[in-house]
């Protein structure tokens, strides 16, 4: 593993941002108890976990409505925290948290939307620097936040600048129009970017690209359900989509009606968003098939062994439905958001496609308290992005843990490189990047974390005693440690 961090510099923002920051950073300081205010007592836990900078300026973004998972979260935490408070520790409430919240308040740069603000957040604009960094070089990237809104704000912000990106340097873009939800985004990544795109004629040159897109998919789709039959190997799994095909092809007859050929189109189009259509083998686009049919069927519903022709249409109807969501909206794929409103089927079909290696998306952004259980997305991913790091190192590893499993990207990658004859610094790491204001609570922060983790690793790596241990000890600390160290089992 490698910790880089992704610094903020503080005297590179604007005054705006800067009373901002110093009223964020003051509030990390104030020590009250404010039980009256439901706000400012999410914030003291908010400050209390150690969510950094990003967490406090954020809370002014919660969403009680999108939020609600996150919030019954925190107020459970809360609870167990003031229980947990003997009675010389509780402070009275002077009102200061309020007051240096209503100041942060009022600090933001003001705007039409809220979310225009957010786009020029300093930690989803250094995020969105870092992201792009390791994109372009081929990677994908896992992001962790805890708040809905600046976390779609980072989503729209990514889909939006490599629109234009892609448009400026004539590479598929699948989207038809910008939707008006949209246009935010896409004014702040012009700007932020400098492009020549002319929003005016935005949408016509997005709906012109899409046709001519269109009508090279359509000759993809002609043999594409007798190519996925070709390429299913014959066994159980096979029998199961088999029936599948069978179902599809019934709802796609040549005489059928426009909207059932649509079925045929989505699958298309999410199948070429998971794999070339046109350079695949057989054999891959079998496979493809069979992972969105794995991602979007009932487990409780359909026997390992075969399907009826019942069954079949039910897993049929399912994969359908979540391909209209995911994709008749013709909206870009870059980055993508997972949240505690997703639903358990689009988990299971963003994990597929995020644990393609040519696919989209290349960015995936998920809620902590939603992503970091019960996913596996290291099959293409080596990077965690962190948008408020924590102070339970816990939690950081169950983030880190989405990536770090067996036969993961950078288990591949390191295999390879020690084939190549590669050592030290030159081989692969999984990278983990926080988000930190330098100079600020923040660096004390993760300190605080980084300590807490040594300590972690003691108990349960292997490490005997934490590596911080040396540096505070004197010289016979220096000596103790390193004969321990020495004698210490060698489970590698």
């Known amino acids: 593993r490698q910790l880089r961090e992704i610094a903020i510099d503080f005297n590179d923002l604007n005054p705006a941002w800067h009373q901002v920051i110093c009223a964020a950073e003051a509030l990390s300081m104030v020590r009250e108890e404010s039980a009256a205010n439901a706000k400012t007592r999410r914030l003291r ?49 002077s009102g200061r948290s309020t007051w240096w919240l209503s100041l942060l308040q009022k600090a933001l740069p003001q705007g039409p939307d809220e979310s225009e603000i957010l786009f020029f957040h300093p930690a ?72 020549k795109v002319d929003l005016n004629t935005l949408d016509e040159l997005l709906a012109e690209r899409y046709r001519r897109e269109t009508r090279q998919r359509a000759a993809q789709r002609e043999n594409l359900l007798s190519r996925i039959r070709n390429g299913l190997p014959a066994n159980s799994a096979g029998d199961r989509s088999f029936a599948i095909l069978d179902t599809i092809e019934h709802k796609t007859a040549p005489d059928d009606s426009e909207d059932n050929e649509h079925h045929l189109i989505l699958l298309a189009r999410a199948m070429s968003e998971n794999t070339d259509l046109s350079n695949s083998s057989d054999a891959d686009l079998a496979k493809t098939f069979q992972g969105l049919v794995e991602a979007a069927a009932d487990h409780d519903s359909i026997e390992e062994d075969g399907a009826d022709e019942e069954q079949a249409h039910d897993v049929w109807e399912a994969l359908k439905r979540h391909l209209k969501e995911d994709y008749a909206g013709q909206r870009g794929g870059f980055a993508r958001l997972m949240y505690g409103e ?56 169950q983030q880190i843990g989405r990536v770090d499993r067996v036969n993961s990207r950078w288990a591949k990658e390191l295999r390879l490189a020690i084939a190549a004859g590669k050592k030290g610094a030159d081989l692969p790491r999984i990278e983990i990047r926080p988000i930190i204001f330098k100079g600020t609570y923040d660096e004390h922060n993760w300190n605080v974390l980084q300590k807490r983790w ?39």
């Open 45 to 93: 836990l908010t400050v209390g976990n150690g969510h950094g900078l990003a967490g406090i300026i954020d809370e002014a973004f919660r969403d009680e409505g999108e939020d609600k998972k996150q919030i019954e979260e925190d107020e459970r935490q809360i609870g167990e925290y003031e229980k947990g408070l003997a009675p010389k520790d509780r402070r009275p409430t």
């Open 124 to 195: 989803i604009l250094a995020a969105v620097r870092a992201i792009e960094e390791e994109t372009e070089r081929g990677e994908k990237v896992l992001v962790f936040g805890r708040f809905t809104r600046p976390m779609r704000a980072l989503v729209n912000l990514l889909n939006a600048r490599q629109m234009l990106k892609s448009i400026e340097q004539n590479v598929p873009w699948t989207q038809s129009k910008v939707h008006e939800d949209e246009w935010p985004a896409v004014y702040a990544a012009q700007k932020q970017l400098g492009s």
């Open 342 to 397: 997703t639903k358990p089927e689009a988990r299971r079909m963003l994990q597929f496609a995020f644990n393609r290696p040519n696919s989209f998306p290349r960015v995936l952004v998920a809620q902590s308290l939603v992503g970091r259980e019960g996913l596996n997305l290291h099959e293409s991913c080596r990077i965690v992005v962190l948008l408020h790091p924590e102070w339970n190192p816990g939690v950081v590893e």
């Open 454 to 492: 040594d300590d972690l690793r003691a108990q349960l790596h292997g490490d005997v005693l934490p590596a911080h241990v040396r540096e505070t000890e004197g010289a016979r600390g220096h000596e103790a440690f390193d004969e321990i160290t020495k004698v210490r089992p060698d489970f590698s």
